[in-house]
């Protein structure tokens, strides 16, 4: 059963800006180790990043405000390179979807609630 959709959409000058005023600081509070350094491998990790932010955004929108904060979301990919999010709470599929240019990254999310089973 689907439980909510979200969507965001940002300029990666914004992150960029984000990253010149806050350094580490700004990284580590909204991004997870292995988030960086999948951001850091790419030729335009600051692209990369405004993806991921606006992933975990669509996220935040999709479930009621305060139950998830930026830790909380990991956006990673898979094998083929297929984005995907992992919560630190159990009981939800979350398909994602991320693209972006130069300028701006946009991303969606629909949350599912698992289906439990008794």
Do not use: W
């Not at 959709?5 to 960029?16: A, F, K, N, Q, S």
């Not at 972006?100 to 949350?111: D, F, L, P, Q, R």
């Amino acid at each position: 059963m689907i439980i909510g959709t979200g969507i965001d959409i940002i300029e990666v000058e914004r992150i960029e800006k984000a990253i010149e005023r806050g350094g580490d600081n700004f990284l580590k509070r909204i991004f997870t180790v292995r988030e960086i350094g999948y951001a850091k491998s790419k030729k335009l990790s600051s692209m990369h990043l405004a993806g991921r932010f606006a992933a975990k955004e669509a996220v935040l929108k999709g479930f009621s405000r305060g139950q998830f904060n930026f830790k909380d979301i990991e956006i990673l990919n898979d094998d083929v390179g297929r984005p995907f999010c992992r919560l630190s709470r159990d009981g939800f599929n979350i398909a994602i979807s991320i693209s972006h240019t130069e300028n701006y990254a946009v991303a969606s999310a629909v949350i599912e609630k698992k289906a439990q089973f008794t």
